[in-house]
């Protein structure tokens, strides 16, 4: 492969990373050079994707996105026509490459450019990249290393731990560009204002913590800081016992991730255009706003109707985009599940599966896949089994997954297990205290409480739910259960109304035992035949 080489109207020096002409010099991060190289290299011939990704990130386990950006990179600097996508393959030059010689004296990196390829093969985990070159998208982050204030020599060690937790946490999240450990603890406890250090880094986003011990507690604090407005977007606070140090990291590190995970996809999906030259970007903005509908809005039919819309356009401009997919099954169970279409509810059902299992086929490492096509075998295709195992992986994937334990819950739950249930739940509420899906948590402690002879706490579990979310169907039929066994028949009889008129999927005991059944445990089908016989008093109609 030659150092310098021509593409159109540019001239392209593979060692200094820069691209020349049109009055221009433009820096590229390495690894879109090494894949502009490899693409050259292939003299116009198609390169596989899965080529590309072992060429340019070899050793690492990536995800298909870190090549859609690198691509989406290449075609940014040089204009969008010289690349070419070929669909279901790879992708490949169509314009013609033309050697040059290289200048005397260049036959070796320069120290500049050799200081950014060892910076670049500095890697920690899946997708984590030190990238000098500023401008690394608005879903960029640096995790800055925890401050330590008062806390002894015995726990010296949490600051670091803290760090590489979240950092590696982080790294897992689809879309998400990390600066790694190594350059982060060269700042140590002396940090730079974040909009500097944004600055220097190129990232969007600066997360800056504070560990304080407070007698026999930790206290850690957590912001989030725009580098770009120097605004504080988000942050949070926990005050935990100093010897339960394993539960500190554990709880800051998944809040956190996930926090931010919402922030960035919501902030994404305002500010990338829809209108872009290159499909995939156009797709993956597409794909990050049904995100955003889906899993940091409430669930309602209009928020179903548009990530619809959105997930459709995604896989029309990009067949390959796991995402995209991922988005379309979930609005399309949704769709099905509670009946927000006139499609025939097992046809649209079967096809969210599908849709599913598509996704995780194009990106076996997306955790929203695998929770997707948890809901689908296990809500649709009644594999309780299937269905737990699936969600399990997916906390391999990601443990700091919330709705994962939400779902894994109502699992324990129809079981029959009613502690474990309240314990998962738990779980998912410290992980993401704000969690849209919340409701479903809510839910599930109503369960367990009507379950163990406790329709209060079932009444305040529903109530909780339908404050987080009024057009969640499920809230207003265990509520009206637990209303109906305190006596509260107005109240009962309200809610069993609300069922009729505004939730067909469950407006009727026919209707709601199609749906729950699939998920209780054949030995505690009784307790749902319980929940049936109380709506039935109350007044749910058979048909």
Same mark, same amino acid.
């Given at each position: 492969?030659?150092?310098?080489?021509?593409?159109?109207?540019?001239?392209?020096?593979?060692?200094?990373?820069?691209?020349?002409?049109?009055?221009?010099?433009?820096?590229?991060?390495?690894? #879109?050079?090494?894949?502009?190289?490899?693409?050259?290299?292939?003299?116009?011939?198609?390169?596989?994707?899965?080529?590309?990704?072992?060429?340019?990130?070899?050793?690492?386990?990536?995800?298909?996105?870190?090549?859609?950006?690198?691509?989406?990179?290449?075609?940014?600097?040089?204009?969008?026509?010289?690349?070419?996508?070929?669909?279901?393959?790879? &992708?490949?030059?169509?314009?013609?490459?033309?050697?040059?010689?290289?200048?005397?004296?260049?036959?070796?990196?320069?120290?500049?450019?050799?200081?950014?390829?060892?910076?670049?093969?500095?890697?920690?985990?899946?997708?984590?990249?030190?990238?000098?070159?500023?401008?690394?998208?608005?879903?960029?982050?640096?995790?800055?290393?925890?401050?330590?204030?008062?806390?002894?020599?015995?726990?010296?060690?949490?600051?670091?731990?803290?760090?590489?937790?979240?950092?590696?946490?982080?790294?897992?999240?689809?879309?998400?560009?990390?600066?790694?450990?190594?350059?982060?603890?060269?700042?140590?406890?002396?940090?730079?204002?974040?909009?500097?250090?944004?600055?220097?880094?190129?990232?969007?986003?600066?997360?800056?913590?504070?560990?304080?011990?407070?007698?026999?507690?930790?206290?850690?604090?957590?912001?989030?800081?725009?580098?770009?407005?120097?605004?504080?977007?988000?942050?949070?606070?926990?005050?935990?016992?100093?010897?339960?140090?394993?539960?500190?990291?554990?709880?800051?590190?998944?809040?956190?991730?996930?926090?931010?995970?919402?922030?960035?996809?919501?902030?994404?999906?305002?500010?990338?255009?829809?209108?872009?030259?290159?499909?995939?970007?156009?797709?993956?903005?597409?794909?990050?706003?049904?995100?955003?509908?889906?899993?940091?809005?409430?669930?309602?039919?209009?928020?179903?109707?548009?990530?619809?819309?959105?997930?459709?356009?995604?896989?029309?401009?990009?067949?390959?985009?796991?995402?995209?997919?991922?988005?379309?099954?979930?609005?399309?169970?949704?769709?099905?599940? &509670?009946?927000?279409?006139?499609?025939?509810?097992?046809?649209?059902?079967?096809?969210?599966?599908?849709?599913?299992?598509?996704?995780?086929?194009?990106?076996?490492?997306?955790?929203?896949?695998?929770?997707?096509?948890?809901?689908?075998?296990?809500?649709?295709?009644?594999?309780?089994?299937?269905?737990?195992?699936?969600?399990?992986?997916?906390?391999?994937?990601?443990?700091?997954?919330?709705?994962? &334990?939400?779902?894994?819950?109502?699992?324990?739950?129809?079981?029959?297990?009613?502690?474990?249930?309240?314990?998962?739940?738990?779980?998912?509420?410290?992980?993401?205290?704000?969690?849209?899906?919340?409701?479903?948590?809510?839910?599930?402690?109503?369960?367990?409480?009507?379950?163990?002879?406790?329709?209060?706490?079932?009444?305040?579990?529903?109530?909780?739910?339908?404050?987080?979310?009024?057009?969640?169907?499920?809230?207003?039929?265990?509520?009206?259960?637990?209303?109906?066994?305190?006596?509260?028949?107005?109240? #009962?009889?309200?809610?069993?109304?609300?069922?009729?008129?505004?939730?067909?999927?469950?407006?009727?005991?026919?209707? #709601?035992?199609?749906?729950?059944?699939?998920?209780?445990?054949?030995?505690?089908?009784?307790?749902?035949?319980?929940?049936?016989?109380?709506?039935?008093?109350?007044?749910?109609?058979?048909?």
């Amino acid at each position: 492969m030659p150092d310098r080489f021509t593409l159109g109207p540019w001239q392209v020096q593979v060692l200094s990373d820069e691209v020349v002409g049109q009055g221009q010099v433009r820096k590229l991060e390495p690894r #879109a050079m090494r894949l502009l190289a490899v693409l050259a290299q292939a003299g116009g011939e198609v390169v596989l994707a899965d080529d590309l990704l072992n060429a340019v990130w070899p050793g690492l386990v990536v995800t298909p996105s870190s090549l859609y950006d690198a691509v989406a990179q290449l075609r940014k600097a040089l204009g969008p026509d010289h690349i070419a996508t070929v669909p279901r393959k790879g &992708y490949r030059l169509v314009t013609p490459i033309t050697p040059l010689a290289t200048p005397a004296g260049m036959t070796t990196f320069p120290q500049e450019a050799a200081s950014r390829a060892a910076a670049t093969s500095s890697q920690v985990g899946s997708g984590i990249v030190e990238f000098t070159d500023p401008r690394l998208g608005l879903r960029s982050v640096a995790v800055l290393p925890f401050v330590m204030r008062g806390l002894p020599e015995s726990l010296s060690f949490l600051s670091e731990s803290l760090t590489g937790g979240l950092i590696f946490e982080l790294s897992r999240q689809p879309g998400l560009t990390v600066i790694a450990l190594g350059t982060m603890l060269t700042f140590g406890q002396k940090h730079p204002p974040p909009q500097k250090l944004a600055d220097d880094l190129g990232v969007r986003y600066v997360v800056d913590g504070q560990l304080e011990q407070r007698g026999e507690m930790l206290h850690v604090t957590v912001q989030v800081v725009d580098g770009r407005q120097g605004t504080q977007t988000w942050a949070d606070e926990l005050t935990l016992p100093a010897n339960a140090w394993h539960a500190t990291a554990a709880v800051v590190v998944g809040r956190l991730a996930r926090a931010l995970r919402f922030e960035l996809n919501d902030l994404a999906s305002q500010e990338t255009p829809v209108v872009a030259s290159d499909a995939e970007v156009q797709a993956r903005a597409f794909a990050a706003q049904a995100w955003v509908q889906l899993f940091a809005r409430m669930q309602t039919p209009d928020t179903n109707k548009r990530a619809t819309r959105l997930a459709r356009s995604a896989v029309a401009l990009a067949p390959e985009l796991s995402q995209g997919w991922m988005c379309l099954s979930y609005a399309d169970w949704r769709a099905g599940q &509670y009946r927000w279409s006139d499609e025939p509810r097992d046809e649209q059902l079967a096809r969210a599966l599908a849709e599913a299992e598509r996704a995780v086929m194009l990106d076996p490492r997306d955790a929203d896949a695998h929770y997707v096509l948890a809901l689908s075998v296990g809500f649709y295709r009644g594999e309780r089994l299937r269905a737990v195992e699936v969600l399990r992986h997916c906390l391999r994937l990601t443990p700091s997954y919330a709705p994962v &334990y939400g779902l894994l819950a109502m699992s324990l739950e129809r079981q029959g297990r009613h502690d474990e249930a309240r314990a998962y739940c738990d779980k998912a509420f410290e992980l993401s205290p704000l969690e849209p899906l919340r409701v479903i948590w809510h839910c599930v402690r109503a369960e367990a409480s009507l379950a163990t002879g406790d329709p209060q706490g079932a009444l305040m579990e529903a109530q909780r739910g339908m404050a987080v979310n009024p057009a969640y169907a499920q809230v207003y039929l265990v509520g009206a259960v637990a209303a109906w066994r305190l006596g509260a028949v107005q109240q #009962a009889r309200e809610w069993v109304a609300t069922l009729r008129r505004e939730h067909p999927a469950f407006g009727s005991l026919e209707a #709601a035992r199609t749906i729950m059944e699939r998920t209780y445990d054949p030995a505690y089908v009784g307790q749902l035949d319980q929940l049936m016989n109380t709506l039935r008093e109350a007044g749910l109609p058979t048909q």
